[in-house]
Nanobody, 113 residues
């Protein structure tokens, strides 16, 4: 079992920044990442990172978002810059461990124009 606890969402104006955090309840998780789901849309990948630091980003966030992790704290971060209203969504932390996918409860990010 892996519990994921997210924090850092909120309301920000377009062009602003937010940083999301996700703390995992255990260590040695190879892949962690962030997904998001906007109203009426399917959940989509935002970014992933492996324990070795390899990253992958959705085209829509490349150059604006940065994913990072602190393995000592079992925590993954998502630094979001130059936010636009199209980034408004519930953001979910994701972890793959022992052939099982785990999800956090989600944190709301709202970007006003």
């Amino acid at each position: 079992q892996v519990q994921l606890v997210e924090s850092g969402g909120g309301l920000v104006q377009a062009g602003g920044s937010l940083r999301l955090s996700c703390a995992a309840s255990r260590s040695n998780i190879n892949r962690m990442g962030w997904y998001r789901q906007a109203p009426g849309k399917q959940r989509e990948l935002v970014a992933t990172i492996t324990s070795g630091g390899s990253t992958n980003y959705a085209d829509s966030v490349k150059g604006r978002f940065t994913i990072s992790r602190d393995n000592a704290k079992n925590t993954v971060y998502l630094q979001m810059n130059s936010l636009t209203p199209e980034d408004t969504a519930v953001y979910y932390c994701n972890a793959g461990y022992s052939y099982t996918t785990y999800w956090g409860q989600g944190t709301q990010v709202t970007v006003s124009s």
